[in-house]
């Protein structure tokens, strides 16, 4: 029999109640006891106080139901892009070329879906948007493929292939529609159209699809090994190779994954109002601001899907709050420039 005390087992919790380490961690939080913790209530105030203002400017059309409609109809494709570069920047790499790729599929598929068979017989514009998601793969796997065996920075990859699918873009234009700069929304078939335009409880079929990809997202990086693999690789690359990951297949599996989003947000941007060359210029800031505002507010735990949805939300209400209380749009790029340069600061601060 050895001496010493004896060891003492934890209390377990109460029905209804959080056991004893989970009490300590929401006394913490809500003590603001950590950095983390400071930073969420920060960010989470910043955004009360942020509806709060556009409430009092002008509540007679902010807080409505209507607007809502409108400014979740709207989501879907910086949803997309930013749940992809999360994905990316999960293992410790950046994709610049997102949104173009998203711009070389709305072309590929308004292109291929206008010529599918008659306008529209429904199984020839499926296919041609089958077709454009899988272009977004394609490239998305290049992307990939070059960082994990080129040992090239993914920020001179990615800038590089996007200046490719730009190219790409221009060659659809100039070769295969004989040179036609856009195609309206009203001549594109009707299977295509639906994307966005199909409406279910006022809400676009295009957030439904949004939502429920970044829920598969979330679910890949949160609850396999795949997930774990990715955390690991972000984390330490050298530990985990170490520890027996792959790391080239992770961090291309990521560049896919952003890849076919972003050739769904390419889908949804032409379904929504045709194509338009370089549609997608402006997603490329916004999309990192989301990213980079969640990740702030979650800490430790670094980029996710829960956190970039929510800084999605939060430029999402920015930007129609702005619009609502009719300011011009260089005004909201430049405050969202500067959220993404405030997050970045706030992500290294130690209080």
Not at 16 to 45: D, F, H, I
Not at 159 to 181: N, P, R
Not at 222 to 249: C, M, W
Not at 314 to 338: D, E, K, R
Request: hydrophobic share 55%; proline share 3%.
């Amino acid at each position: 029999m050895t001496g010493g005390a004896p060891a003492v087992e934890s209390e377990p919790a109460e029905e209804g109640r959080l056991a004893p380490e989970q009490q300590n961690r929401v006394l913490a939080m809500l003590s603001l006891s950590s950095p983390t913790a400071r930073r969420q209530a920060l960010l989470v105030g910043l955004f009360v106080v942020m509806v709060a203002a556009f409430s009092i400017a002008d509540a007679e059309h902010f807080l409505t139901w209507t607007n809502f409609k409108n400014a979740a109809n709207q989501v879907p494709v910086l949803m997309l892009l930013a749940v992809g570069v999360t994905a990316v920047l999960r293992v410790g790499e950046f994709d610049l070329a997102a949104p173009a790729i998203a711009a070389l599929v709305s072309g590929v598929a308004a292109i291929l879906a206008t010529q599918a068979s008659g306008f529209d017989t429904g199984g020839g514009v499926l296919l041609a948007m089958a077709v454009g998601i899988a272009v977004g793969g394609l490239v998305g796997a290049t992307s990939g493929v070059s960082v994990a065996y080129g040992k090239a920075p993914s920020f001179v990859v990615t800038l590089a292939v996007s200046s490719v699918a730009l190219g790409l873009e221009l060659l659809v234009q100039s070769k295969i529609t004989g040179g036609l700069t856009q195609i309206s929304a009203i001549t594109l078939p009707e299977t295509l159209r639906d994307v966005a335009g199909t409406k279910i409880a006022g809400l676009s079929l295009s957030l439904y699809i949004a939502l429920g990809l970044s829920l598969v997202v979330w679910l890949l990086l949160s609850r396999t090994a795949y997930g774990r693999h990715a955390h690991a690789t972000g984390g330490n690359e050298s530990a985990a190779q170490l520890a027996g990951v792959s790391v080239n297949r992770i961090k291309i599996i990521a560049f896919v994954i952003s890849g076919l989003l972003a050739g769904v947000a390419g889908i949804v941007l032409v379904s929504q109002q045709g194509y338009l060359p370089n549609a997608t210029a402006s997603y490329l800031l916004q999309a990192y601001a989301a990213a980079f505002f969640g990740a702030t507010a979650v800490g430790k735990r670094g980029f996710s899907v829960p956190a970039t949805l929510f800084g999605v939300i939060f430029l999402a209400t920015l930007s129609n709050g702005l619009a609502v209380l009719n300011q011009p749009l260089w005004i909201s790029s430049t405050i969202q420039g500067a959220v993404l340069l405030f997050t970045v600061m706030l992500s290294r601060s130690r209080t």
